[in-house]
């Protein structure tokens, strides 16, 4: 994830015309194309930023996310909605993608293997049916920043990777709120790149070594 | 490629009971074990080092290397030479490796795509070869320093990764000799990680600018 010094990892009026909902410029410094071989990025350099980015990808079978980072909708889905996500016909992740909404619909397929499934329940439920779909490889949790933080509240997170831009946009959605000393679950490892990047990797303690 | 802080990448006592020829100490901060998936590195944290050395490997579809990192002989080849590399049954590299030797012999193949196979010529006519295997995947060049020097010399490296260890070794086989101002071709982001290792990409500036 992105976020702000402030601490927001999105903008409050997230629309059809603003994913985002207006806090973009999280972005601007980065690009998020991951490398995929020296000469697969162009002519452009392969920075730190981009070979951090490339990594997490990988050995990913299933993802979760809130309804709001597949759609702006909200309350009951129309009958005659045919919003099938951001992205096109190719959605970026060529695995089960687990919807959490009290609202449900039928699953959404992709030829690429991307499918969308609308669910409700718990984070520790979801993750449960994440798990089995996952089949042995991770379950990675997108966003947005209340669907992290019931992940994080429950202490059902493993690793976190935090992307921190030197910008400050004053409003819009935190991450942080509720979540009072959380750091001290995790070893942390922060490095600051060219761009002015600060990348944090947030590895869970031994739950053996942390009483919990 | 891992260098010391006096530019070795290798000790000079390459034998076969010490492939990296005294020079053990540079391999000590990093297992060199890549990421493949959070759960898959264990109860061992993801660090930055782990992540950046896992993004090398993406798009190779050819290897280049020296002799001696192949293997401890000199001159040519007994006959009845079993050899067939440091790594065992299975060899980290999945495609064609091209070893650079003045002393020919048979190509060696393994059942995990891995086969090496020994070539005598410049560095750009061995790299035409390996490009021509590598069928539009990135041909790396991994070791050791005579190697990564010719091509250097003959300003054919797009990029390289070198991964500083915050040790003196005092004698080894050093990359640098011949290479003055080699700095100048390139553009180079350093980042330094929490272990002590500063990781250093160079990326090849673009030859319209650079006038060469």
New interface residues.
Partial sequence: MMISLDGYVAGADLTLETPIGGAEALFDLFDQRA??????IG?D????DR??L??WG???GADIMGRRMFGPQRGPWREDDDWRGWWGPEPPYGNPVFVMTHHLRPPIEFDNGTSFHFVDGTAAEVLARAKEAAAG??VRIGGGPATVRQFLEADLV??MYLSVAPIVLGHGLSLWGGLEAIEERF?I??????SGLT?R?W?RK?RDASGS
């Fill in positions: 490398i995929h071989g020296v000469d697969r002519d350099p392969i920075t730190v070979a951090l490339s990594t990988h050995g990913v490889k991770d493993d690793f070893d490892e922060s490095v600051t790149t060219a990348h990797l590895n031994p």
